[in-house]
DNA sequence: GATGAATGAGCGTTCATTCAT
DNA sequence: CATGAATGAACGCTCATTCAT
């Protein structure tokens, strides 16, 4: 096994756990003996739980940015570029419920709390291309004029509660009612 | 002091321990400090900690309904309602961050988890009279025919969001503010 | 069992193993076994192992002083003074032999190096009482006109040392041999 | 880099690290990296790290006993030769603190211990001149008949208390001093 | 021979829970 | 009833030692 595999193994062990049980749920034994790996050995890859558990999140944030960009176009109208972003969003999750669910975990939590800390806007990987659109929805006068962080909460807020609700099997989105969802979004948002 | 009043020392110091440092930085010995009470004590009014914490959530929650209800007119229209609603929602939070913050803390938690497995809908105290506001309006054609959930979703996801992102002062919900935010999330659950 | 029979079995626990096996052989959990005490009891009594550490170093100094005072009067010539000192001192630790080992396993180490910063000179318990004889015997040209420190290593090395031979065996001090050792000290020191 | 090269490496690491920060802050992989030396190869000179500690004071021992003789001549007096050894040997501590603190971290350590069990007598290196001479004196009259280990600590107390004093610098040691100091070593073992 | 990644026993410490008073 | 001292399992982390390369 490369090194490489074990820091991979490492990680993969730690977001299923976390995903799965929690931080409480998740002690460094544990995601040592799921890893298959010995106990000390996450410690040459992570300086501590804290470095893990934030390395980890900085992971998804970069995995996830690529994808939710895939087919974006600023050609597009805003709409159509809201509603690409939104589906891609929600799909990235419904895709991998895992990192949803740690994402969750992180948020409300000492770690991701210092972790917020530092970013205060631009939470949420791939924000920038969200804020964009909105400053410039609030020039052109097609979105709302509120201010940033209320046009987050009213595009942010729904998506991460449906997909939550998906995930946990409350709901279950089709092509069809997502798109639906994410036009309800919309109306949110635009004037 | 009365049995009584033990009771709720209990339920506020572990409120606002919870609150101010999350689950992890509210040990039982500091809960019955706080509250100037025995450690064995708090074991007379909770069997263990996860109930106690369900507990707390329950209070929270039953506190909550008449607060929303006070002023609400099934004669009004579906919109003043939903604004209404709305509206004491956020006061409600604004007005308690403690509150908020808690809940915060439980719904992302093992304790959280175990107590929605109860619940799957009918969350968030108060949400009977939501649910029926949403299934009147779906049914007299106000209001989007969308899954519960997603109007749910579509509705309490900026709720939340946004009195999250008052609480930690990344926006000032000033009396006009919030009334626009309140009506952008109507735009997005009416048809 | 008192309380206070508790903390004073973790005191001779944590003295008896750290004498006789250095600090690396004086685990918590193995004192905690030694005093028939929990592992966290330890820490109602000490807030960590530095600090019990430092407080059992206390302990030894405080219970020394008046066993050497004890018979000493400053009416007697320097020279008696010094004997009766000098005796009293290597007897103490001859009888307690555990106290000694722990003195000398406490003063080459990271706890005893910490702590020596802060008091430079006065150190080994009941050292005023030397350091007076020593000023006044210098005073009146009957000790050796050598700065404090050097009086202290001609009069405390021999004594430390000696007592180290015969707690490991490698001489029996009778008391015609203590005598004639400590006058040999005095030798050392008097002019 | 040939193979006496890095066993010389390591133990230049080995003691300074140990000199700096005494055993606990000396880990193996600590002592490898000073060496610039893979973690592995240390086993390759030492069987363990008890081994390596144990070596390293036997090449101190080793090192010192030239030093001390260099100028030694059996055809001076005794009180000449015990200036003599005792200059030479505080001198030696001075130049080479490391040293010094590395033998006192050494003596009280379970390392030590375990050594010193096996030598008993003929302790602190080049003693074997030290003991001649005081075997010497004791016959002709000239040194107090008293136990050799009484006359080592009569003579090496001072001399190790004195050189701790001045290497943490409570005295300094200018040549006068030292003379002086040495004189009253001699007057407590001198008849 | 030399390496350094991997190991896991063992460390100091915390904290939910119990129970004698 | 109320207490809070006592408990010990479980935690995050270190480091002497091994062994595949």
Redesign the interface.
């Known amino acids: 096994m490369s090194s490489n595999d074990k820091r991979e193994e490492i990680v993969r062990a730690a977001l299923e756990l976390i995903a799965e ?2 931080f ?2 998740a002690p460094m034994a544990m995601i040592a003996e799921r890893a298959r790996v010995g106990a000390g050995t996450i410690y040459r890859y992570f300086e501590n739980k804290d470095l893990l558990i934030a390395g980890l999140y900085r992971d998804l944030e970069e995995r996830m940015v690529p994808v939710m960009l895939d087919g974006y176009s600023l050609e597009q109208s805003l709409r159509e570029r809201f509603l690409h972003l939104g589906t891609s969003f929600i799909r990235y999750f419904i895709a991998n419920p895992l990192y949803f669910r740690f994402l ?2 992180f ?4 770690y991701g ?1 210092a972790y917020r800390k530092e970013k ?2 631009g939470k949420e990987g791939g924000c920038d291309v969200f804020r964009e659109l909105f400053e410039e929805g609030v020039a052109r006068q097609v979105i ?1 004029d ?2 940033l ?2 046009l ?3 595009a ?7 997909a939550r ?1 998906h995930i ?1 099997g ?2 279950i989105l089709d092509d069809l ?1 997502m798109t ?2 994410i036009e ?2 919309w ?4 004037r």
Chains 1, 2, 3, 4 share one sequence.
Not at 156 to 162: H, N, R, S
Not at 187 to 190: E, L, P, Q, S
């Open positions: 049980n929690g409480h749920g969750e975990q948020h409300n939590s000492p709390t205060i806007l709302k509120l201010p962080p209320v987050f909460a009213l942010f807020g729904p998506l991460l509660a449906v609700d946990l409350f709901v009612l639906r969802f309800a979004c109306d949110g948002v635009k």
